[in-house]
């Protein structure tokens, strides 16, 4: 059963902690926080602070997904603040070994990314240092876009890169998933789904996460 992550960057921020109750109590597994700089993508969010606000109203595993050009800078703050995961994407870290390591030296699950454009190849050399794969299926930047067609065949050639080398990396899956684009990359092997707006923009929260996981098992 794919791990359910909903991303909060579309959720009422004057509310965010009721809306976080709504999340778990219909069952998402994880949190997925969209860390953005308006530099490495046109548009802000919010850092550590809010993320250790987060972490106090909440169990479930905090997966940050960093959006920030020198990312290397702010990874032992996203670690205090209590994340779980740490995504990195290619194009905001030239030297992804260190980056990756430093992550696990930290004690947090690292795991790597790129951008739609960028061919997967990049990421192949760290395949053997991380926990989990991230595939952008939209432009990082907003929430609420249009899945790009290429993200199947990604998850696709992870899920056989993963077997022939005898690792463990879960394949997520980021950018306009909905309950139809859900079950299209399900079917090509991945294994976390991030869910903004299809979530968000129900007025129903703790129901559209139930009912995405209804739509996954049928
Ligand atoms: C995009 C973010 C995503 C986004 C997903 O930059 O990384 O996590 O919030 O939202 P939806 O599901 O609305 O595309
Ligand atoms: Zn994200």
């Known amino acids: 059963m794919a ?8 959720a009422d ?4 902690a009721e809306q976080i109750t709504a999340l778990e109590s ?3 597994d994880w949190i997925h926080l969209d860390i953005m700089d308006g530099h490495f993508v046109p548009n802000m969010t919010f850092g550590p602070m809010i993320v250790a606000a987060i972490r106090r109203i909440t169990a479930l595993p905090l997966d940050v997904h960093l959006m920030i050009s020198n990312a290397d800078a702010y990874i032992s703050a996203f670690q205090e603040a209590g994340a779980d995961l740490i995504t990195v994407h290619v194009e905001a870290c030239p030297h992804l070994w260190r980056t990756l390591e430093n992550i696990r030296t930290l004690g947090v699950r690292p795991g790597v990314t790129l951008n739609p454009a960028t061919p997967l190849l990049m990421i192949e050399p760290v395949l ?3 926990e989990m794969v991230l595939v952008m299926s939209v432009e990082p930047g907003f929430g609420g876009q249009r899945y790009l ?3 199947g065949e ?3 050639q992870l899920k056989r890169w993963r077997a022939e080398r005898s690792l463990e990396y879960l394949i997520e899956v980021d950018g306009g998933i909905d309950e139809t684009s859900a079950s299209g990359v399900v079917s090509a092997g991945a ?3 991030v869910i903004g707006q299809a979530i968000f923009r129900q007025n129903d929260i703790a129901g559209a996460v139930r009912q995405l996981r209804m739509s996954l098992q049928a």
């Open 3 to 10: 791990i359910i992550a909903p991303s909060v960057l579309n």
């Open 13 to 16: 921020f004057s509310r965010l």
């Open 26 to 28: 219909g069952g998402a």
């Open 128 to 130: 053997s240092l991380v």
């Open 149 to 151: 067609p290429g993200a």
């Open 154 to 156: 990604r998850i696709a």
């Open 191 to 193: 294994d976390v789904l």
